[in-house]
Each structure stands twice: as C-alpha cells, then as structure tokens.
C-alpha cells in the first residue's frame, strides 16, 4: 500500500523573532514575559486582520503563512510600525524589537504545520534582518515591487544553512525618506548579473588589515625622519636607533592582533572570519566563524552565522547563536547562551542556562550539581518544527 501523498501549496511564509531575548530574560524575567505576550497579541491581530493563518508560536517566534504575498508583506510592515509606537513608551532597555523574514515558496503542510524549504528560507530572512526591520527573498520582491510605499535595498545573493542554493535577499526601507518623490517606489537594487556577493570575505579583517598598513606607512615615515634628523645633527651619536625599536614594536604587537586570532572589542560587523574569535565587550557580529569563540566574562554577544568550532561562554556572560556550532560548547557559572540552531558535539554545563532551537550531536555533561545548569531545549530540529502551545498567545 502506497503511503498517501503529501499535501503541497504555495504560501507566502512570515517568520518573526524577538532580537536580544534572552538577555532581556535574564534581567526581568516576569517584565519581559508580560511584554512579550502584549506584543504577540499584537502580532496575532495583525495577522489575522490582513488574512493571515498563524501557524504556531514557539517561544518568542512566530510563524504564518498567507495566501497573499501582499497580505503578508503588508502584515510585516503594520507589525514593525505598531511596535515602533509601542517601545517608545518604553525604556531603551525594555523594548521588543522583531526580526521579519517573508518568503514566497512552496511548503508541505501536515495537520495545520508546514514544513520544508519555503519555511527555512523564511527563518533563515528573519535572522538577517535589522532588528525591527524586515527582510524578503527575491520571490517576494518581484511580485511586490511596484504595489506598496516603501523602497528596498538589494542584500545580494547569500548561503543560509540547509539550502543548496544562494538566497536573493532584500531589506524593506520602512523609512518615508528612503523612497523618491517622483515615485512611491524605489528600487536599489543593481541588475542580477552583477549583484554583488555578500560575506565572501571578512569586512572586519580587511578593514583592520587596511588601518595597520595606514599606521605602518606613518610610523615608518616617522622614523626615516627622525633618521634624517639624527644623521644631520649627531652623526657620531645614533639615538634614531631606540624610537625604531619602540615602533618595531608597537607594530609587531599590532600584527599579532591583526593577523592572530581575532579579539573583537565592541560594535557591529558584518563579514567572515575564518580563525578564532574572543568578544571582550558587548558586540553584535552577523557572519561566519571558522574558529573557536569566546565570550568573556558578563559580556552579551550575539553572533548571526556558523560557528565552525568550539564556543565558550565565561561566567555571567550571554550569547544568542543563529546558526549552528560545530564542536563543543562549554557554559561557564552563571552564563546563558541562546542557539538557534544545531551543537555538532558536547555540552559542558558548569551551573549555566542552555537555550537549544535545534539537535544536540553529542552529550550534555554536569559539572557539579545536576540542578546547577539549566537546559531548555525548545525543538528537535529547527525553528518550524517546534509545536505552538495550545491556546493563543493571549490566553
């Protein structure tokens, strides 16, 4: 007897996830909870007011789907300007700020879930995009373009997890100002021949490459002047020679930070790293890493891509992984780290809080007390899979 055939459609899929959660969690727990289920409420409107199916709500994400393509870009847009309003009544600290992906593309549905690569493609948008802003796929722009007041920014073509082949991607310009005053679109976008590649390379590295050469070229400029000078002034007296071994140095030092593994010392990036990677303050980092990584104590990192090795997170520090790990991750006393997305080896829980969206490859190991290190594992497999609660959000 045949098994029955897969029910297919093609939907334009909505997936949304709070930015910086868990870190929101650790410091208000009860607070941010009432926010956060204010806030789906909020989103749960929205989508059923412009024909919208909420599909499940898992955590601080929410999946849809619609009919329209329309219907679900137009959703997004209401729901990122809703909550703009909203976090102005709150302090900087305590606002929820949603990443939107939308998709068009074909999904398998089974009793009320959709799964498959239309879905993925939707989740893996979502974890591009700005916080509070909204990110789509190529599909979803050729058929909106021309229909809705906003302008878009081509991201160019970009390898998410778990999908063969490069996704098209645009970030909405929800920003009035972004679009002409000849026209209530505007397109940024170059021609598909020529779009370039995103993340080929590090934009962190290179741009300190570029700034260590600058300051070798000034320095050495320095020292052949100081030479000149000693040679006109003291020729029997070579003074020049102990100002060069101060630079000599200061650039070796320097060299050791550039082209040694990677100490990222605060801000936002974007790009790859193919080495190890230590966060020595609160950072944002949307690439992949080739290396190990290392939070250092009470820092809140969150890092966007695949971490190609092991991850460690010091004592009281937090971070929020989108993508997965290859190797190990050790969670040091106090620690809290946030993954969306699978852990190729063990877990070395030292009393901290494990979030796993994803499969665990290897084993979970205690040290101490079992009840010192929490883990919450919230799906199997990724972000789709994971089953919504039984009643609605509001309930």
Known sequence: MEPPKI???????????????????????EGTHRTLV?????????????????????????????????????????????FKARNEHL??????????????????????????????????????????????????????????????????????????????????????????????FQDVSPPPESAPAHGDRSQAKAAQMRRFYSRAVQLGLIVAFLFVVNLITSRGDWWVQWPAIVVALALALRALKVFGPGTWDGGSVKGDVAGDMRFATDSSFRGGIGGDVTVARAMSVEVRGTIGRNVTVESGAILEVRGNIGGDVTIRPDAVIDIRGNIGGDVINEGGTLRLLGKLGGSEKHVGAEAAGDTEKVGPDSAQTARASESSPGS
């Open 7 to 29: 029910k297919r459609k093609l939907a334009a899929i909505l997936y949304g996830d709070v930015a910086g959660y868990s870190r929101m969690t650790e410091e208000d727990e």
């Open 38 to 82: 204010a806030f789906l409420d909020g989103f749960w409107a929205a989508i059923e007011g412009n024909s919208g199916r909420v599909v499940h709500v898992a955590g601080d994400a929410i999946l849809a789907d619609f009919a329209s393509v329309f219907d679900a870009l137009s959703c997004a847009v209401d729901v990122q300007r809703d």
């Open 91 to 184: 302090s900087e600290d305590r606002r929820l700020r949603f990443r939107i992906g939308v998709n068009l593309g074909d999904v398998m549905v089974d009793r009320d879930e959709i799964y498959g690569d239309g879905v993925n493609v939707a989740a893996r948008l979502q974890s591009v995009a700005d916080p509070g802003g909204i990110c789509i796929s190529a599909s979803v722009h050729d058929q909106i373009k021309n229909k809705l007041g906003f302008g878009f920014e081509y991201l160019g073509e970009q390898k998410v997890k778990n999908i063969a082949e490069p996704v098209r991607m645009y970030r909405v310009q929800l920003d009035p100002g972004a679009v002409s005053g000849e026209s209530r």
